[in-house]
């Protein structure tokens, strides 16, 4: 019979390489903004940098949220004084809403940037 021999723990495998430490950032690199890839950092060159990112004149958004504040108002105090006001106040509503929406979007076209249009 042969001799015993002992029975050895086989050798682990060597442990991946380290990675390595990336430099450190300076302070000026660090921005609030978050990093979207698909916005190149400098306009291209028919790019126009003076346009407004919406091309809605920002003057009629107010106007709209005004307007249709206060005429939801008016409609409300009408509608529940009652009597012949609920009537006049629901043929105000379907004939105010579409005349002020298309009086807004009149001065829209009218003020909108047509040099520096938006995307």
């Known amino acids: 019979m042969g001799t015993l021999q002992p029975i050895l723990p086989r050798r682990a495998p060597a442990p ?3 990675p390595e430490v990336p430099a ?13 890839p ?3 950092d400098v306009p291209s060159p028919g790019e126009d940098v003076e346009r407004k990112p919406d091309g809605v004149p920002h003057q009629v958004v107010g106007l709209t949220a005004l307007s249709s504040v206060m005429i939801a108002v008016l409609v409300a105090v009408i509608y529940l004084t009652g009597g012949i006001g609920r009537y006049a106040a629901v043929a105000l509503a379907v004939v105010a809403v579409p005349l002020m929406a298309a009086a807004l979007g009149r001065k829209a076209a009218r003020d909108r940037d047509h040099e520096h249009p938006s995307r």
């Open 16 to 18: 991946p390489p380290a």
């Open 38 to 40: 698909q916005v190149p």
């Open 24 to 36: 450190r950032v300076a302070p000026a690199q660090i921005s609030d903004a978050p990093y979207d």
